[in-house]
T-cell receptor, first 112, second 113 residues
Framework: GENVEQHPSTLSVQEGDSAVIKCTYSDSASNYFPWYKQELGKGPQLIIDIRSNVGEKKDQRIAVTLNKTAKHFSLHITETQPEDSAVYFCAATIFGNEKLTFGTGTRLTIIP | KAGVTQTPRYLIKTRGQQVTLSCSPISGHRSVSWYQQTPGQGLQFLFEYFSETQRNKGNFPGRFSGRQFSNSRSEMNVSTLELGDSALYLC????????????FGPGTRLTVL
């Protein structure tokens, strides 16, 4: 089955700086990669996703890049703000399959 | 549009008991998936229901079961509770046919004593 590794497990950045979280996946058949943000006491919230027919996708301060050959994808957050502090999870699956395999999460702390 | 709702939000049970958790998906969503979240194992897929049928299943023992009703609401049941079943149980819904976007509820925090 699919296995997703995520790094780093914790990340602290100064407010206004950029943050990058990286994930690798094992199943070359996977072609859908969502990113979730989980705040304390809440369920994961989808913040951005990418399908394997594109290499990069942006949404305001958030971007995701995908390298199918190397089987890794990354989340980039620019101009970080205190409200970006949360746990971020990457996931992978085959498009049309509702079973998501998650990474182990990255606790991002933005230092004011 | 209302989000995914889960009830109850918190639950305390003792070993050997059974528990039923409920999930109401976003209106119009036909697929409901369940996940277990623990500090040690992270987010793990339990099962997915679509049109009242289990379509996908994770690697959990048979004590974990679920069902889906005709209005897409879903329940999951855990029988003979063990201490290790203490976790946040998350439900996610999707249109299932119009992309993979899954939207999660706030979860049910189950504590087994």
């Amino acid at each position: 089955g699919e296995n997703v590794e995520q790094h780093p497990s914790t990340l602290s950045v100064q407010e206004g700086d950029s943050a990058v979280i990286k994930c690798t996946y094992s199943d070359s058949a996977s072609n859908y990669f969502p990113w979730y943000k989980q705040e304390l006491g809440k369920g994961p919230q989808l913040i951005i996703d990418i399908r394997s027919n594109v290499g990069e996708k942006k949404d305001q301060r958030i971007a995701v890049t995908l390298n199918k050959t190397a089987k890794h994808f990354s989340l980039h957050i620019t101009e970080t703000q205190p409200e970006d502090s949360a746990v971020y999870f990457c996931a992978a699956t085959i498009f049309g399959n509702e079973k998501l395999t998650f990474g182990t999460g990255t606790r991002l702390t933005i230092i004011p | 549009k209302a989000g995914v709702t889960q009830t109850p939000r918190y639950l305390i049970k003792t070993r050997g008991q059974q528990v039923t958790l409920s999930c109401s998906p976003i209106s119009g969503h036909r697929s409901v998936s369940w996940y277990q979240q623990t500090p040690g194992q992270g987010l793990q897929f339990l099962f997915e229901y679509f049109s009242e049928t289990q379509r996908n299943k994770g690697n959990f023992p048979g004590r974990f079961s679920g069902r889906q009703f005709s209005n897409s609401r879903s329940e999951m049941n855990v029988s003979t509770l063990e201490l290790g079943d203490s976790a946040l149980y998350l439900c996610a819904s999707s249109l299932a046919g119009d992309g993979n976007e899954q939207f999660f509820g706030p979860g049910t925090r189950l504590t087994v004593l």
